[in-house]
């Protein structure tokens, strides 16, 4: 038996190849149909508005596409022997259209433009998804940040008390990072807008084709001006994937810090019993499961991301197995991961219930006032920031030493500090100093720009919430545009199949 994919071949494919390589390939089969349906519709079109393949051929093809496309992916018969999708899609089409009239709708293409374009026709669309969830999840962020902006609570660096802060503020600054995933997504939706259907194998076609069509019909503002790149490259894979695992592991941070402040001993935050596991051993248990997923994947999207270049890496600037498949295959995984991580993102903070009273109270003991303190040394007792540093650092000492929370430190304990280690004699209001120590006061004096004042905290949510709008509105269009271009393929090549023959 010869291979039945060329003549130039004189022995069957072997089985190891068939096992290990090719059947795993049409594995994904499914999930490529529809954008094969399309990249051939679209091609179709193009050569029969050209004159590339006869008015009657062309009919019989559209019948045969739109049959198929009814049909569904069950009903194409998959052979590794034909080595992958296009092969065994082109072997169904000549079965329903005769082997002419289906031998001819390659003319003028490569598997290679066809595989470019079909990735970019399926990561347009993963991104899209990808891009709903997370405006979903930012808005739910923003709510709750606009909710809790007068939730105090300690903030922490190096996981030890800093200054105190509002439970807002921190999912506002979550939201803003937020943002920034979503833009870096966008712009990678900008970066593969470009068809590569046309480049052939890598050196265009001697045909007289109209890539601006297929371009158009496919939803593409443009086609790749070099027909090299348009099959040699995937960097727009590598852009999303680079910035889905950057949010998947700033979203791990976010989960990292949630999942201390869950634990008895933080008690600052609490979940429903709906987002928790337990122990098969130990009763009393309540695990943090959603976390721990989270905090997990930034790693396995990492791993993706590396894997992918990796793989890349060693080959050269054209098509070929590793450098365009390959390389594709930890993006699909990490798509579909990133999806499920915003998912669960958003109904961790959707439901994470905040404990304001043992917020409020670890921020009155455990000196996260400090600073504010040593910033009214400076404006009431004209010290140098560096002296009054050293002046509060005594009274922390001092506070420990006796074990004392920070809400009980007085005036005197400040003026003998202040006596020892400059050797002057300071007078502080004691309400003053209590004020000082205030972890509300605190944070509601923090007014300069991107402070966690409550009213700050309102006005970033606001800006936030009008960039988020402009998001969605962004992303709507674009999704409808390209609904519009695939409604107009479908409909242009029924009305072909329709025509008289």
Excluded at 21 to 46: E, K, S
Aim: hydrophobic fraction near 45%; charged fraction near 20%; charge should be neutral.
């Amino acid at each position: 038996m010869e291979s039945k994919v060329s003549r130039r071949l004189t022995q069957p494919t072997a089985p190891e190849v068939c096992t290990h390589i090719y059947a795993p390939r049409l594995r994904d089969f499914g999930a490529g149909f529809g954008y094969l349906t399309d990249i051939n519709a679209a091609h179709l079109l193009m050569l029969h508005g050209t004159g590339l393949i006869p008015a009657d051929t062309a009919a019989t093809l559209a019948r045969a596409l739109v049959r198929i496309g009814q049909e569904g992916p069950d009903a194409v018969p998959l052979d590794p022997q034909r080595e992958d999708a296009y092969f065994n899609y082109e072997a169904r089409l000549m079965a329903v259209a005769g082997a002419d009239a289906g031998g001819r709708l390659h003319v003028a293409r490569s598997r290679n433009d066809i595989l470019a374009t079909q990735d970019r026709l399926r990561a347009r669309d993963a991104v899209l998804g990808l891009l709903d969830t997370l405006a979903d999840t930012r808005g739910v962020v923003l709510r709750q940040a606009v909710a809790h902006a007068d939730t105090v609570m300690p903030g922490y660096t190096h996981l030890q008390a800093a200054q105190p802060i509002t439970y807002g503020f921190y999912l506002a600054g979550v939201a803003q990072s937020m943002g920034r995933d979503m833009t870096r997504l966008r712009h990678a939706l900008a970066t593969l807008d470009a068809c590569p259907l046309g480049a052939g194998a890598l050196a265009g076609t001697a045909f007289p084709i109209d890539r601006a069509a297929t371009a158009r019909w496919l939803g593409f503002s443009g086609y790749v001006g070099n027909a090299l790149d348009a099959v040699a490259s995937r960097d727009f894979a590598w852009e999303i994937l680079a910035a889905v695992t950057i949010a998947t592991v700033t979203w791990g941070r976010v989960a990292q810090d949630l999942f201390v402040w869950a634990t008895p001993e933080f008690g600052l935050i609490d979940f429903p019993d709906s987002v928790a596991g337990t122990s098969s051993i130990m009763p009393q248990k309540k695990n943090p499961v959603a976390l721990e997923y989270l905090k997990g994947k930034g790693g396995h999207l990492l791993g993706l991301l590396t894997a992918s270049l990796a793989a890349l890496k060693g080959t050269h600037f054209t098509h070929s197995g590793d450098g365009s498949r390959e390389t594709m295959r930890g993006f699909w995984e990490a798509m579909v991961e990133a999806q499920r991580c915003a998912e669960v993102l958003r109904l961790v903070l959707e439901h994470a219930t905040p404990q304001p009273a043992t917020m409020l109270n670890r921020a009155r003991r455990d000196f996260s006032s400090a600073t504010d303190l040593a910033d009214m040394l400076v404006r009431d007792a004209g010290m140098s920031f560096r002296e009054a540093h050293h002046v509060v650092g005594a009274v922390v000492r001092e506070a420990l030493d006796r074990h004392l929370p920070a809400c009980e430190i007085d005036s005197t304990m400040v003026t003998r500090a202040a006596l020892a280690h400059t050797g002057r004699t300071i007078a502080l209001d004691a309400h003053v100093v209590a004020a000082c120590l205030d972890p509300v006061h605190g944070v509601a004096s923090r007014t300069a720009a991107g402070g966690p004042a409550p009213a700050l905290v309102r006005e970033q949510v606001e800006t936030q919430s009008a960039s988020l709008a402009a998001d969605r509105e962004a992303i709507t269009a674009q999704r409808g545009a390209v609904a519009a271009s695939r409604a107009a393929l479908k409909q242009a090549t029924e009305a072909l199949a329709g025509a008289a023959h």
